[in-house]
């Protein structure tokens, strides 16, 4: 129960599979199950912008709980559980996954759990699927696992070394001590996702996990890179398998018009079969048009009519029109293996002989029917390259005095809904709000004379470490500062116009302590010679 007064925190997600293999041996002891589905009531937060600027920095609270504890047992280990209240695709170990969801899976992700190779026995835990049982079961197998190796750990007599040591939480304070004693980096990629798919045409009545999604005439395509950079329209779509790709594809621009794969009908005009082998077909419905001009700018049409590539002269340069740059699918399915319905959004743009070749970008997301899933960054530490969880909370408040370029500058920046505070952990709940990491707000300015300050850049630090066992290390934020910098600019007369410049930079710092190193004493050696041993010397 949340102290009174305190209003729990909107979620909002900013937005890997692990394997583990080990050998075993000894005799397993192997235990079939069919698991229950959980029914459990999801909350559903709802985001609204905040009117309130940030404010001056914010001390932590205090813990509103102790911190969770280590996992070590490897039978409660479940890293591919993300998904709370929702069974995770081919994860065999989460407990929301029922006999009617191992149907549709086709393997294991995580197939079998381990511990920690040094030691001369540990347990490890087998994961399966009986797909002859009617319905489908998963197999749990608790092993032995022998090191043959003759430098492995048969005891270890001293438990802090096996754990990372309690962070030491970053204030105003200790700031600059720990800020020397760490290196951060610059995170600026985006992730792609490598996926394997098969190529067989399934016979069941059911969509199975990464089977090809069937239409009318064949497979949904889903273009990608496959040996090289370049597009390669024949790659099937499969099913419950989230990507996002990117690929180039090179282009005659006089011959744009013929092109199928920059048009919105190549992509909109399939069918996509609700089952294998169905006569029941799910129409492609195009919810958004957003056309790019050539300076980036956005601009979305009222309307959802197919349009066409159209080839245009301009003066000495020719543009090809209303070409598609990026595709996204939103499929909703049952946990029957049925696609209900099939959603796609497109951003079109304008091609020039200078961009040639072309590179398109394409998505494509699944959503179980008559669900509202919240997914997880990690079960409990952050996993590398999900979306930090965060969130702010309601309140009120006016808008600082300030010109209104400043304004609209302050707001390019900020966004839409700022967060207040950071998840701890990938899992956290909204609900224990004094868990959760408040964002210290540093504001920067160089007053002038007969100037005006303006934002130029908002500079973000993510302070993390690891906790817990050295088993199973869990990533946890410990600090998050935004530093917003302004400069002086002097005032612009009536009619001039000036080009600013604006930039955001997001910086994770390891702050991570090393385990505590320690040894016992060393035994004391209570032994004494015979009286005559050097007899007849002595």
């Not at 047992?73 to 993300?82: E, K, M, N, R």
Request: aromatic fraction near 8%; include cysteine.
């Amino acid at each position: 129960m949340r102290p009174r007064g305190l209003p729990p925190l909107l979620v909002v997600l900013l937005g890997c599979w692990a394997s583990v293999s080990a050998q075993t041996e000894a005799t397993p002891a192997v235990t079939t199950e069919g698991l229950n589905s959980t029914e459990a009531a999801l909350a559903t937060f709802g985001t609204s912008p905040s009117t309130r600027p940030p404010g001056t920095p914010r001390a932590p609270g205090p813990s509103s709980g102790p911190r969770p504890t280590p996992v070590t047992d490897v039978a409660a280990l479940c890293v591919c559980d993300l998904s709370p209240a929702q069974c995770d695709v081919n994860c065999c170990c989460d407990p929301d996954c029922s006999s009617v969801d191992f149907s549709v899976f086709s393997a294991c992700s995580v197939p079998v759990v381990t511990g920690d190779s040094q030691f001369c026995s540990q347990k490890a835990v087998i994961y399966s699927l009986n797909f002859t049982a009617n319905p489908p079961q998963r197999v749990f197998e608790l092993v032995d696992q022998i090191n043959p190796s003759i430098f492995c750990i048969h005891i270890t007599n001293y438990k802090p070394a096996l754990s990372f040591i309690n962070p030491e939480v970053p204030d105003e304070n200790n700031f600059d001590t720990l800020m020397k004693t760490s290196d951060g980096f610059t995170l600026n990629a985006e992730s792609y996702i490598s996926f394997t798919t098969k190529l067989d045409i399934p016979t069941a009545a059911k969509y199975e996990y990464g089977v090809p999604l069937q239409t009318s005439d064949s497979f949904l395509r889903f273009p990608s890179s496959l040996t090289s950079s370049l597009c390669t329209d024949n790659n099937p779509a499969a099913f419950l398998v989230n990507q996002a790709v990117k690929c180039t594809r090179k282009i005659n621009l006089e011959q744009c018009e013929e092109i199928e794969a920059l048009s919105m009908a190549f992509y909109s005009s399939p069918e996509i079969l609700r089952v294998p082998d169905s006569r029941k077909k799910v129409p492609i419905t195009v919810q958004s048009i957003v056309i790019q001009s050539l300076n980036k700018t956005l601009t979305r049409r009222e309307d959802t009519d197919v349009l066409q590539p159209t080839l245009v002269n301009a003066g000495h340069f020719s543009l090809c029109v209303n070409v598609v740059l990026e595709v996204k699918y939103s499929l909703t399915y049952t946990d029957a293996g049925e696609v209900t319905k099939a959603d796609l959004s497109f951003l079109l743009g304008t091609v020039s002989s200078i961009v040639v070749p072309l590179q398109q970008k394409f998505e494509i997301h699944f959503l179980q029917e008559n669900t509202q899933p919240v997914p997880l960054s990690g079960n409990p530490g952050y996993v590398v390259g999900l979306p930090l969880a965060a969130g702010f909370q309601p309140h009120k408040g006016g808008a600082l005095p300030c010109q209104l370029i400043a304004q609209k500058v302050k707001s390019l920046l900020w966004g839409q809904g700022f967060p207040d505070y950071v998840a701890p952990f990938g899992n956290s709940q909204a609900q224990d709000m004094l868990d959760w990491v408040p964002i210290h707000f540093i504001t920067q300015s160089f007053n002038r004379k007969d100037s005006c300050q303006l934002p130029g850049a908002l500079v973000i630090e993510v302070k993390w470490t690891k906790y817990g066992s050295l088993l199973n290390p869990q990533a946890k934020i410990v600090n998050v500062t935004a530093n917003l910098i302004s400069s002086s600019f002097p005032e612009a007369n009536s009619g001039n116009e000036r080009t600013i410049l604006i930039s955001t930079a997001v910086t994770f710092v390891d702050v991570s302590a090393p385990a505590e190193a320690g040894f016992r004493a060393p035994p004391a050696i209570n032994a004494r010679l015979p009286f005559n041993f050097f007899f007849p010397f002595v």
